[in-house]
């Protein structure tokens, strides 16, 4: 009787032990197919999140392209440059104009006196002559600044009268950067020159 109980304990054991296997088996089968479909479904998230924000830019850049501001602002850069038009060109001439006017005014008078009681002018010498050439050297203008200047007056949509009138103010305001240290005094060469000069004048006297 005790051999026979034995035999069950041994039975039940060895399938409660098949049955504990089969279960963890099962358990670990569960696991993995619960891995592989969580990974499923982000891998399907992720997909449809790109899916989502490519169809988004698509979309952005195709009312990026269909905006007339973005068609217009492309066929100008397609466009060639265009050629001077004929208010540009009035205006270039009325500024070169008002340029010989400039020159004509900025150079000396040598005409002969109307009035008896007043003295007639003298004759320029050539320090007169280099401190004109000086002061006229100092006004700084060129085609391609008139023609700059023109063709922003002409773009923003100035009459070519006023535009002749604001092109004669400007001609001559500009100076080149070189004037800016060609002009600026030295007070280190005069103090050395009025040094020098009182040394002179000490030696004279001495003398």
Same mark, same amino acid.
């Given at each position: 009787m005790s051999e026979e109980l034995d035999d069950i304990g041994r039975e039940t054991a060895a399938m409660m032990k098949t049955m504990l296997q089969i279960a963890t088996l099962v358990a670990l089968k569960t &696991? *993995? &197919?619960g891995q592989k479909e969580a990974e499923a479904r982000a891998k399907l998230t992720e997909a449809k999140i790109k899916e989502a924000r490519e169809a988004q830019i698509r979309e952005a850049r195709e009312s990026k392209s269909k $905006? !007339? &501001?973005?068609i217009e602002l492309a066929q100008l850069i397609s466009r !060639?440059?265009?050629e001077k038009t004929l208010g540009q060109e009035k205006v270039m001439g009325l500024a070169q104009q008002a340029t010989a006017t400039v020159e &004509? *005014?900025?150079m000396p008078y040598r005409g002969v006196s109307l009035h008896k009681d007043r003295p007639s002018l003298p004759a320029p010498t050539g320090g007169s002559v280099a401190a004109a050439a000086a002061k006229a050297a100092i006004r700084y203008d060129s085609p391609e600044r008139r023609a700059a200047l023109a063709a922003h007056l002409a773009k923003i949509g100035i009459a070519p009268e006023i535009a002749a009138v604001r092109m004669f103010m400007e001609i001559g305001q500009a100076k080149p950067p070189i004037e800016a240290i060609r002009t600026r005094p030295e007070p280190g060469l005069e103090i050395l020159t009025g040094k $020098?000069? %009182?040394r002179t004048r000490?030696? %004279?006297r001495t003398r």
């Open positions: &696991r *993995e &197919r $905006d !007339p &501001r973005n !060639p440059a265009p &004509r *005014e900025s $020098d000069q %009182e000490g030696l %004279e």
